[in-house]
């Protein structure tokens, strides 16, 4: 299993964007379909965007479609979120998810991130 160390996130206001980076450890990160999940007050953890192992392949939540961009870069290890015209709705805790089979929209990952808060005022 790979670690996951998540960081980015914190207030920002409507309309603005945010750029969320998860930092795996180990050499087999190329193995690993990526996935974000958020989790807002009072609710369930839900599946945001997920990418594989190329970065050929995306999906997102509709939710987020269109506003959101999940991406990877192999050589550093790392998987982001960009978070564009954020809304209130948004505000959640974000967590980063990996698994060694092919992407996913349910909780059905390895490893995850610690998490981190993306909180978006009116």
């Known amino acids: 299993q790979v670690e996951l160390v998540q960081s980015g996130g914190g207030l920002v206001q409507a309309g603005g964007s945010v750029r969320l980076s998860c930092a795996a450890s180990?050499?087999?990160?190329?193995?690993?379909?990526l996935g974000w999940f958020r989790q807002a007050p009072g609710k369930e953890r839900e599946f945001a965007a997920t990418i594989d192992w190329s970065g050929g392949f995306t999906l997102y939540a509709d939710s987020v479609k269109g506003r959101f961009t999940i991406s990877r870069d192999n050589a550093k290890n790392t998987v982001y979120l960009q978070m564009n015209r954020l809304k209130p709705e948004d505000t959640a805790v974000y967590y980063c998810a990996a698994r060694l089979r092919g992407p996913t929209t349910s909780n059905s990952y390895d490893s995850w991130g610690q998490g981190t808060q993306v909180t978006v005022s009116s």
């Open positions: 180990g050499r087999t990160f190329r193995s690993y379909a």
